[in-house]
């Protein structure tokens, strides 16, 4: 399986020089990842970032840089560019523990004729893992409570993708749920492969704000203004 075939990876960045190149060294290691196109949407003033950037280019992956903004721009951005049939959307602080991740990831959306596709979240530092874990029971009433995906790892097949409307670019907090809750219940698949992240929103907002966050999101699932509002996340 080539991956540039068939994946595109979008990435939004703003000044993470701590994590930037551990994403992008995990997918130069994955299985057949030659020519895989990487989109960083970057918006960092951090020169750091940008070298580490610079660091993974030219070896497997074909990074390209595009202009970001708020994570719902960059995403939309980067996914107008992708001629892939499916489209993978990552966080920055994420990180690939195991080689075969996108070959397996693929191979099951293609399998299941899903039209995104989430997987389990755990913490490189193996802090906080009983939040996600309740994520986890969260995300498999999906039929009842309607999809529900971080935005750490999401992938769609890209026509899906665009018939849903995207990410809309207003969005400034949950884009990852305000879109994925318009996902049909059917075409969801919650994937048993595990990615990781870092913990540090749960380490400088504390889990109580995180969870709340979380349940106004859901309360508020039909209010978009209240998607277009930072709520103090990104402070």
Same mark, same amino acid.
């Given at each position: 399986?080539?991956?540039?075939?068939?994946?595109?990876?979008?990435?939004?960045?703003?000044? &993470?020089?701590?994590?930037?190149?551990?994403?992008?060294?995990? #997918? *130069?290691?994955?299985?057949?990842? %030659? =020519?895989? $196109?990487?989109?960083?949407?970057?918006?960092?003033?951090?020169?750091?970032?940008?070298?580490?950037?610079?660091?993974?280019?030219?070896?497997?992956?074909?990074?390209?840089?595009?202009?970001?903004?708020?994570?719902?721009?960059?995403?939309?951005?980067?996914?107008?560019?992708?001629?892939?049939?499916?489209?993978?959307?990552?966080?920055?602080?994420? &990180?690939?523990?195991?080689?075969?991740?996108?070959?397996?990831? #693929? *191979?099951?959306?293609?399998?299941? %004729? =899903?039209? $995104?596709?989430?997987?389990?979240?755990?913490?490189?530092?193996?802090?906080?893992?009983?939040?996600?874990?309740?994520?986890?029971?969260?995300?498999?009433?999906?039929?009842?409570?309607?999809?529900?995906?971080?935005?750490?790892?999401?992938?769609?097949?890209?026509?899906?993708?665009?018939?849903?409307?995207?990410?809309?670019?207003?969005?400034?907090?949950?884009?990852?749920?305000?879109?994925?809750?318009?996902?049909?219940?059917?075409?969801?698949?919650?994937? %048993?492969?595990?990615?990781?992240?870092?913990?540090?929103?749960?380490?400088?907002?504390?889990?109580?704000?995180?969870?709340?966050?979380?349940?106004?999101?859901?309360?508020?699932?039909?209010?978009?203004?209240?998607?277009?509002?930072?709520?103090?996340?990104?402070?």
């Amino acid at each position: 399986m080539e991956l540039q075939d068939l994946l595109t990876v979008v990435i939004p960045c703003k000044n &993470e020089k701590e994590n930037i190149r551990n994403i992008l060294n995990s #997918l *130069n290691k994955q299985k057949n990842s %030659k =020519g895989l $196109l990487v989109i960083v949407a970057d918006i960092s003033d951090d020169l750091v970032t940008v070298h580490h950037i610079n660091s993974e280019r030219n070896k497997n992956i074909n990074i390209l840089t595009i202009n970001g903004g708020y994570p719902a721009y960059g995403r939309h951005q980067g996914a107008l560019m992708s001629e892939t049939p499916y489209t993978l959307f990552l966080d920055s602080d994420m &990180e690939i523990k195991e080689t075969d991740f996108l070959e397996k990831i #693929l *191979n099951e959306i293609i399998t299941k %004729k =899903g039209s $995104l596709l989430t997987c389990k979240v755990r913490t490189t530092d193996n802090e906080y893992n009983y939040v996600y874990k309740f994520f986890d029971l969260i995300q498999k009433f999906h039929r009842i409570t309607g999809p529900f995906a971080l935005g750490g790892v999401m992938l769609f097949d890209t026509k899906s993708y665009f018939k849903l409307g995207g990410f809309n670019p207003n969005d400034k907090f949950a884009e990852d749920y305000n879109l994925s809750k318009k996902v049909n219940s059917k075409d969801f698949i919650l994937s %048993k492969n595990i990615i990781h992240t870092s913990s540090r929103r749960f380490k400088s907002k504390g889990v109580w704000y995180m969870v709340r966050l979380m349940f106004l999101s859901f309360l508020n699932r039909n209010n978009q203004s209240f998607f277009e509002k930072t709520h103090s996340y990104w402070s």
